[in-house]
């Protein structure tokens, strides 16, 4: 599908990048934006030519959270239908079978924290900042914070959400908000990178990892093992598993099937 308020492409190396493209409004998220960013990423979830997603932002900011000119003179109900569109994109990672990383500069605030913490992996440029700023326009960040917590723990997240504060990349990376900080003119070539080489990894590996750690995340400690025992006993069996080792005993690069 053609897109408009973000870009999609695909490359050779497997890694899919999708751009939020709302410069002039900091990539804040609206309607069109958070739908097309919740299609981009079921595109890339689809397609054989990508096994990596990297989302980042065009212009001087990842994101500055939701565009709050939709708030006036609506009803609950639509308040209600409106941020769980804004989320959408936050679930679908989840969701996916595929790693997404998020690529970080400038500013990412509110739902462009939430987009961070809820993508797999996060790489950050050393002058970014984040944030779930939102309480300082008397609102609050009760969605983002879901995924920010999960990274970060209770008493942080509640800093964060509380306060309202921008805290810089190396003091989010300390509390395991993003992944790796890097200089700022390196930021797209590490990401890229980055990116690229988890892409040679089994794709298969990945997906059921990434499933894998998803569905353990909420079950008891025991269930847990059991729920992850029988996917690994699932991957073993795989014609991937299988090349990977034969490979390793070779000493060269594996040939992935994704069977």
Not at 13 to 42: C, G, K, S, W
Request: hydrophobic share 45%; proline share 4%.
């Amino acid at each position: 599908m053609g897109y408009e308020t973000v870009s999609l492409t695909f490359a050779d190396d497997y890694v899919a990048e999708i751009t939020l493209n709302r410069p002039e409004n900091l990539n804040t998220f609206n309607i069109p934006l958070a739908m097309e960013l919740h299609q981009a990423l079921l595109e890339i979830d689809r397609d054989d030519r990508a096994r990596v997603a990297l989302v980042k932002g065009a212009g001087k900011a990842f994101c500055a959270g939701i565009d709050v000119s939709f708030l006036p003179g609506k009803s609950v109900q639509e308040y209600r239908e409106w941020i769980e569109c804004m989320e959408a994109p936050l679930v679908t990672i989840s969701r996916m079978r595929k790693p997404v990383i998020a690529q970080v500069h400038g500013v990412a605030a509110a739902n462009g924290a939430g987009l961070v913490a809820a993508a797999d992996l996060a790489i950050a440029g050393e002058k970014a900042r984040i944030g779930l700023t939102a309480i300082n326009v008397g609102l609050n960040c009760v969605g983002p914070v879901i995924p920010v917590s999960r990274s970060v723990g209770r008493k942080k997240a509640l800093e964060l959400l509380f306060f309202g504060e921008l805290i810089p990349a190396p003091e989010a990376a300390q509390m395991g908000l993003i992944n790796r900080v890097v200089t700022d003119g390196d930021l797209e070539t590490e990401a890229r990178t980055w990116a690229a080489k988890l892409a040679q990894k089994s794709p298969l590996a990945l997906q059921h990892a990434k499933k894998a750690f998803y569905s353990a995340a909420d079950q008891e400690y025991t269930k847990a093992f059991d729920y992850m025992n029988e996917a690994f006993a699932r991957l073993c069996a795989t014609d991937d598993a299988k090349e990977g080792i034969v490979a390793f005993k070779e000493k060269r690069p594996a040939v992935w099937s994704g069977k």
